[in-house]
């Protein structure tokens, strides 16, 4: 809970308890004086777990615990055999029943000597009389040793008697209401009818009730009575859908669900499958055991579903990266380390991240059994880093059924012309005659490859001067046309990007034709080659004019005078010569000229080299071809047959060779183009149809052996100790199964009925929802160092019944909201507020502000303009400009916030808006919701001015405050008391008294005097917002309105669950 | 007359404290709980100085030296060897590989770990020696040089991480990984805020010169991570409302929005009359101090009565919004009304390659202004209690990454040394501290961790760095970690 708000409670009860005339007393006086002040007689014995253990853990077990290499004075007070051995300075820590014989006691009492007391005061630590108090006492009766509380079993111990069993509708109440007569408290009355179904509905289903609803319930409570109406309300919230939507919230934290990667580019990550996948779990109240199992390891059940896989994404949803420079192992180590953390936190309530770098200060868990953990998660069928994509393998695809049946027409369509492809290759196969490859040699030979006559290479970028032209009137040395390029000056034709490039092999020789125009010569030619995108190698001819390159280098190299004018002239160059080693690939060609004319045609490389869509007469010229390239780009088989000499190939292999070469046989390409065109498109198609399919990231796990994981010395990825398997903690139960210790071995040892941890953890954020603060109170620490619950036995009970009920989430959560316990109303008494600022005794019913995604849902729907949709991509409501810009990465593809526009996107609820976990919605922050970048179990509740600013003026809320007025125009009647009425029963669920109607009409009286003198100002206000106002409304009056919308939804009491 | 503006006037006092039995408490009492966020003060370690609202009790630890503190963070890892390391030797070194002595197999970023060598690349740019201290500057840093008698500079800072994201998380939040709470979370968690009109930590983004793709920033450099979110930075924009939702709607003036929280705050007021929760009591006061934020914010934000002379220190860049000089006059004004914290993000100085085209422009950002926000603080005597902090996350390698010639170069990432400067309450005016080898690459005396200098900035301000913890996930969390870290004791005055 937050400081805050506790804080400002004492500061108040002081300020009341001042003003009631009680003195100066303060209301933060420590329990522990009060129970000194109780006659010794009456004192219950001290509870180990309870009362001792944690005073140890917290002061003293950081030099006498669990980690032996910080032990100091070889006293180790974690064990029982530590705390009452003898040590080697012959002192005993704990004597039982001797208080002067205990170190311990005698150390913690040293006030007169620094140097001896404990805990030092270096350690910032120290005891407070109460503290020592207790431990005395407890080693005066005996000194009880057990283990700390949450490692032991769960064990449902009958609730306990009561003072006024008619009080207590089950078996919570008991629980509660035992302890509220130990204190001394009186529970409060039942909540009033129209209030409780607000809280109910709040907390169950996120929205509050409507006026009709309250009505309803009001009625049946009248038929039939309150139980029953309540009960049939209850059962009727969590039949709705928008009761998974809401538990999925609390989930999401829990998961660091968000819509981003969350480091460094934090780019756009599609990963709401996952989200939908929650809501769904939870609406179909799946048992919270398989709900455990198929988000760790729905990949490992035998042939997962679809819906199973999807669940896995629990264990990728966190932060990950592809920062340039980062190192890889670096990064994978942190990725792991983030699942093994979160599992740790959500599953077992356990700080397991401590005993990374070292053995766990105080809970028994070793850096060994760390890495061991670590060791499950560590097999990943995927990188490490995330390429800054969306789809970061693994990942799945989560089509519509329309995508489906698209999928499925595009396979079969693929089938069938694969398979008309193959029939065609083989009637060529039948049709080709050997003949053709009679007394043919297979020894490679250099022949021309041309690039370039009278067309440029297909798909190929062309710009710059000259055209082709045509003869008579002009020279043409091969096909009909040739390139004319005219200068004055500097002149070229550039050619960039073809769809194939022309390779080099070794001693290859570049070509071209030129014809210099005889009258009007150029100065220089020159012809230039593109390799990577970088033009840098040239040859040229003539004057030294075109001063591109590093002279005398390849970049720039002179072939010679001028070539005879008034002919065609070949010019050849060595590869070599301008720096084109074998194996570069060219993807450009210029022809350059320095003034005059010149004519050229027919240009390419002398090669034996297969070039890419070149095409063969027969068999034995494609043989020759391929050997003088290795056989590139064959199958391996096939390379091999190559390689034979043409007299050692079987018959098989000479079949296998001709298949391989009909799609490069001249003839064969005629036949086989149209088919193969027609599978490119279905291809490409295929292609688009499956960009467009969501997808969503899950563990999968790799093949073969899993990945060795190490011990990391201090837990850094570069430092590896020893090899370690998969092994799970040793003070929890071992799995009682042999079956393989995998993720779902892991998960099926977390639901196991021995399990200490998993059930508790579970059952107190679900009461942390409803309540507020869990009974433990600290809901990510069970440990040693977490707060021991409240109620030690009601934790217990609801643990051992919630598996009992098959882990029945349902079933749990209207266990809760039936308590007679959740029922009180939640008015506090000065007295319950002196003695229990935080309710953690409950002596009074739940009452604190409502989350950010609940405030925000709540104010839409209040207007009638929720759009209430389940699932689907994630949508972008407004907020205010430059927010993304102001942090982003330029290269990020979420560095520009582009809201959505449409009610059916923006007007959704909160669960569905955007997460960008660099700079998450400030709609949602401010309010406390966590960035997501990690895993959050409990959020902080803060009361400020932000918060203050946001929901008066955040132009959501004012739409709504609108949308509110404009809807009690058309649902009430015309007199301001019907819809003054009507608006405050919208947003608090009870009909207004008189005093809040006088206060809303001296307002509404102000506002309405105030805009009609101020038209212009009222339609600025009225028109903000997706949806226009009602044209019909006269503007002044709808702004006069729209203000007290804008004040009824600030209203404390709205704010609140109360 | 404005039927809202006399009704106010009347109103207000009537109803919202007259209205008898409003809390119980009488107007006095109400007033003193409006005009407090949280709990009573503890008492100001100086006389003169406001007290703390809403810090932790027993804080501050001992007598700060400064009361606030602005932080100018230049994201990116601007170059020490071209602005305040200067290692004349590696000139005659050019192109020459850097010793594999120096470098030690210290692990580097993919960015470089493949490249066949490691030549060196000295700076282009000349170094002098500025005031009485001889403090060396660089030629692209003219105006701080000047403040080369009133700042402590650190040569020897250092950190683990050696790549943006996590580094600048690091050195904001004391931890690689994202989740705890910046520096100024941390300051206004544990010494509360000083005015009650404004936050207590605010953070602002200035605007960059770099066409190249700057680094990103993260909400989480200036978050509360699991501290509540109320001790987060609050960012003050350039675009649109400075505070976030700061203005009005449209169409809903100063006095109707009065009108309307004197509306919801009397029904609130009810309301607490039926629950007696003190969180609704917490609300009124949220809401009354929302209000007030909506003068003192704008107020802040303008610099129109700011006299020439002090306009003209900033240089002409101050009168563009969003300009490091004008975020820079906006830190003083803000530290001016005891803002506790603010913290400048200014970003751009990953120079991998073009240090000679990208370089001069970053700094001619923040050169000047940085010089101006010190001298102009010291001008008002403000300087005595307020700290100013100027640095990155991390530093850049000596050797070159990709082209090297005498005039441009590149640098990649170098987490074990990089130069800090701290100046004003309780530091050591003109001295440089601590030295790093000839090569500018390894600490070779007094080496500061990042740790360390945030350790500096709380004991400053009157934190034993070892005591401000928070209990998280069952420990005792600090921002300078678990391991041994300590103010820099050499450059405390």
């Given at each position: 809970m937050a400081l805050g708000l506790r804080l400002s409670a004492l500061a108040c ?137 949450s ?21 919570i ?25 607000r809280r109910v509905y709040l907390d169950l289903i996120g929205l509050p ?28 919230l969590l039949?709705?859908?928008r009761y998974g939507e809401h538990m999925a919230r609390f989930w999401l934290d829990a998961a660091r669900y968000g819509d981003t990667h969350g480091l460094?580019?934090d780019?756009?990550r599609?990963m709401w499958?996952y989200r939908d996948w929650v809501v769904?779990a939870f609406n179909?109240?799946?048992?919270f055991?398989?709900f455990i199992?198929?988000q ?17 994404g629990f264990n990728r949803c966190h932060v ?17 380390v983030d699942q093994v953390d979160t599992n740790g936190t959500v599953f077992l309530g356990l700080t397991i991240a401590c ?402 941890l998993t059930a508790r953890v579970a059952v107190n954020r679900f009461w942390q929802q409803v309540f507020g603060i869990g009974l433990v109170k600290t809901s990510e620490d069970f440990g040693?160092q977490g707060e021991p619950p409240s109620h030690?036995?009601l934790l217990?009970?609801l643990a051992?019944?919630f ?6 989430v349902k079933?749990f959560m209207?266990r809760l909201v039936?308590s007679?316990t959740y029922?009180q109303?939640s008015?506090i008494?000065?007295?319950?507020l002196?003695?229990d600022p935080e309710n953690r005794l409950l002596?009074r019913g739940p009452r604190f502000r409502l989350d950010a995604e609940t405030l925000r849902d709540q104010a839409f729907y209040v207007?009638?303009?929720l ?7 994630s949508v972008k409501p407004?907020q205010p400009?430059?927010l993304?810009?102001?942090v ?20 959704r609820r909160s669960l569905y808006t955007f997460w960008k976990r660099t700079s998450p919605p400030p709609q949602m922050t401010t309010l406390d919701a966590p960035s997501r970048e990690s895993c959050q179990v409990r959020r902080e509740r803060t009361n400020t001015p932000l918060q203050a600013l946001l929901l008066l003026n955040e132009?959501q809320y004012?739409?709504a ?26 947003a ?61 939804l600030n209203l404390d009491e709205v704010l609140t669950k109360g | ?36 966020t949280a709990r ?14 809403g810090g932790l ?112 998380t690091?050195?904001c939040t004391g931890n690689?990984l994202p989740g705890r709470p910046s520096l100024g979370a941390w300051l206004s968690y544990g010494?509360g805020a ?5 936050p207590a930590f605010?953070v ?14 993260y909400n989480r450099l200036w978050g509360a991570g699991f501290l509540p979110s109320k001790y987060q930075g609050v960012a ?7 505070v976030l939702f ?22 609130n007021?009810?309301q607490?009359?039926?629950f007696?929760d003190p969180e609704t009591q917490a609300r009124i006061a949220q809401y009354?101090m929302a ?177 401000l913890t928070y209990k998280f996930q069952g420990l005792d969390v600090r921002l ?14």
């Open positions: 009860a002081g300020l009341m308890a001042a003003a009631a005339g009680l003195g100066a007393a303060r209301a933060d006086e420590e329990r522990g004086d009060g129970e000194k002040a109780k006659p010794a007689a009456k004192l219950p014995p001290v509870s180990f777990a309870h009362e001792v253990r944690p005073i140890l853990s917290e002061n003293c077990f950081a030099c006498h615990g669990f980690d032996a290499e910080q032990r100091k004075g070889g006293l180790r007070l974690d064990t029982r055999e530590g705390a009452f051995e003898t040590l080697k300075s012959g002192e005993t820590a704990v004597v039982p029943g001797d208080l002067d014989e205990s170190a311990l006691i005698f150390r913690i009492e040293l006030d007169d000597d620094p140097e001896m007391m404990m805990p030092p005061k270096e350690s910032g630590k120290s005891l407070t009389p109460a503290e020592i108090d207790l431990l005395k006492r407890w080693v005066a009766e005996g000194a009880h040793w057990g283990d700390h509380w490692f032991e079993p769960p064990v449902k111990v009958d609730p306990p008697e009561i003072k006024d069993p008619e009080r207590a509708l089950n078996p109440d008991s629980f509660i209401l035992a302890r509220l007569d130990a204190e001394g408290l009186e529970p409060a009355e039942r909540a009033k009818p129209a209030r409780l179904l009730p409507t006026p009709a609803d309250v009505d309803a319930f009001l009625a049946s409570v009248e038929a039939g009575g309150y139980d029953a109406a309540y009960e049939k309300t209850v059962d009727r039949a709705s859908p460094h580019l780019n756009f599609e499958a769904r179909a109240n799946k048992p055991d398989q199992i198929e760790l390891a729905g990949d490992l059940l035998p042939n997962p579903t679809l819906d199973q896989l999807i669940a896995t990950s990266t592809s920062e340039g420079g980062s190192i890889e192992e670096e990064v994978y180590v942190r990725n792991v005993s990374r770098c070292h053995d766990h200060k105080f809970d028994p868990i070793t850096q060994k059994e760390y890495y061991q953990l670590f060791a499950f998660f560590n097999n990943i069928d995927g990188p490490a880093l995330d390429g800054n994509a969306s789809r970061w393998a693994p990942f799945i695809q989560t089509p519509t059924d329309e995508q489906k049946a698209a999928l499925e027409a595009s396979d079969k369509q693929l089938a069938e012309l694969r398979a008309r492809l193959a029939d065609e290759t083989a009637k060529l196969a039948a049709s080709y005659d050997p003949k053709l490859d009679e007394n043919q040699s297979e020894e490679p030979q250099r022949g021309d490859f041309v690039w370039i006559d009278d067309a440029f290479p297909e798909g190929a970028a062309v710009q710059g001067d000259g055209a082709f032209v045509a003869g008579p009137d002009h020279p043409v040395q091969s096909g009909g046309v040739a390139l004319r390029i005219e200068a004055a000056g500097l002149k070229q034709k550039v050619i960039e990007n073809p769809a194939a490039k022309l390779k080099i092999g070794a001693d290859d020789v570049l070509f071209a034709h030129v014809y210099l125009d005889p009258a009007n010569p150029p100065k220089e030619i020159m012809l230039q080659w593109r390799v990577g995108g970088q033009w840098s190698h040239r040859a040229f001819w003539g004057e030294n004019l075109i001063d591109w390159g590093k002279d005398g280098t390849h970049e720039r190299t002179r072939f010679g005078d001028q070539p005879a004018r008034g002919e065609w002239v070949r010019l050849e160059i060595p590869a070599k010569a301008v720096g084109l080693e074998p194996g570069t690939e060219i993807d450009g060609w210029a022809f350059t000229q320095f003034d005059g004319v010149a004519y050229w045609d027919k240009a390419g490389l002398l090669t034996q080299t297969p070039q890419r869509g070149q095409t063969y007469d027969g068999l034995s010229a494609w043989v020759r071809a391929k050997l003088a390239d290795d056989g590139a780009g064959l199958a391996e088989p096939i390379k091999a047959i190559l390689k034979k000499p043409q007299a050692e190939r079987s018959d098989d292999d000479r079949k296998a060779l001709l298949e391989a070469f009909l799609p490069d046989w001249t003839e064969g390409r005629k036949a086989l183009e149209p088919i193969r065109a027609e599978l490119a498109k279905a291809e490409a198609e295929r292609k688009t149809l499956d960009g467009s399919i969501s997808t969503t990231l899950i563990f999968r796990e790799r093949k073969g052996d899993p990945k060795p994981a190490y011990v990391l010395n201090r837990g850094e990825y570069d430092q590896r100790g020893d090899e370690v398997g998969r092994a799970l903690p040793a003070f929890l139960p071992p799995p009682t199964d042999d079956a393989p210790l995998d993720r779902l071995a892991f998960a099926r040892w977390l639901i196991a009925p021995e399990q200490p040693a030690p036995e217990d009970w051992v019944q598996q009992e009920d098959g882990w029945d079933r209207k039936m007679s029922r109303s008015k008494d000065p007295a319950s002196a003695k002596a207007g009638g303009m759009v209430e949709e389940v699932g689907g991509p407004p400009a430059g993304w810009e102001a982003a990465y330029t290269d990020s593809n979420t560095a520009k916030f582009t809201a959505d526009t449409g009610v059916d996107k923006v007007h132009p004012i739409e405050s609108r949308d509110l007025a404009e809807r009690v125009f058309r649902e009430a009647g015309s007199s301001p008391e019907e819809r003054l009425t009507l608006m405050f029963r919208l608090t669920s009870r009909a207004p008294d008189a005093a809040d109607l006088e206060e809303l009409r001296a307002a509404l009286r102000d506002f309405t005097d105030h805009y009609a003198e101020r038209p212009d100002a009222a339609r600025e206000l009225i028109n903000i917002g997706e949806v226009k106002p009602d044209p019909k409304l006269d503007p002044s009056e709808l702004a006069a309105w729209t203000m007290i919308g804008n004040v009824i | 007359m404005d039927p809202i503006r006399e009704h106010i006037d009347v109103e207000t006092r009537r109803h919202f404290f007259g209205r008898a039995g409003v809390l119980g408490l009488g107007g006095l009492a109400l007033t003193d709980l409006l005009s407090r009573a003060a503890e008492p100001a370690p100086r006389p003169d100085w406001p007290a703390g609202i009790p027993g804080l501050p630890h001992f007598a700060p030296t400064a009361r606030r503190a602005i932080y100018l963070h230049m994201n990116g890892g601007p170059s020490q060897h071209d602005l305040l390391d200067y290692k004349p030797k590696m000139d005659a070194l050019f192109d020459k590989d850097l010793p594999e002595s120096i470098r030690q197999g210290q692990r580097l970023t993919t960015m470089t770990s493949g490249q066949a060598r490691f030549p060196i690349a000295p700076t282009r740019y000349k170094f002098k020696q500025h005031g009485q201290s001889g403090m060396w500057f660089s030629e692209l840093l003219p105006n701080m040089a000047k403040l080369a008698d009133d700042i402590a500079l650190i040569k020897t800072t250092w950190t683990e991480a050696i790549n943006h994201d996590p580094a600048v690091y050195i690689q010494l000083m005015n009650e009109n404004l605010v602002m983004t200035p605007k960059f010169s770099t066409k190249a793709s700057p680094q990103a920033l003050l924009r350039s675009q649109g409302d400075p700061l203005s009005n709607p449209q169409g809903v003036d100063k006095a109707v929005r009065r009108r309307s929280l004197d509306a919801i705050n009397r029904l007021a009810k607490f009359d039926s007696a009354e209000f007030r934020m909506q003068m003192s914010v704008p107020e802040l934000a303008d610099i129109s009565n700011e006299p020439k002379h002090v306009l003209d220190l900033y240089g002409p860049e101050v009168h563009t919004p969003g300009s490091f000089a004008r975020c820079a006059l906006l830190a003083r004004r803000l530290a001016e009304r005891d803002v506790r914290f603010v913290q400048l993000f200014h970003r751009g100085w990953d120079q991998h390659g073009n240090v000679a085209g990208d370089l001069p422009g970053q700094c001619n950002d923040v050169d000047r202004a940085s010089y101006a926000l010190v001298t102009d603080l010291k001008q008002r005597g403000m300087l005595d209690d307020t700290l100013v902090i100027w640095g990155g996350e991390f530093g850049r390698t000596i050797y070159c990454q990709g082209a090297l010639s005498r005039e441009n170069y590149g640098r990649d990432h170098h987490p074990k040394c990089f130069p800090v400067w701290l100046a004003g309450g309780g530091i050591k005016a003109g001295i440089t501290y601590g030295e790093t080898d000839e090569f500018g690459y390894n600490v070779v005396e007094n080496p500061v961790h990042i740790h360390d200098v945030n350790a500096t900035i709380l004991h400053c301000m009157g934190i034993d760095h070892y005591r300078t970690g678990v391991l041994d870290q300590a103010p820099v004791k050499g450059i405390l005055a």
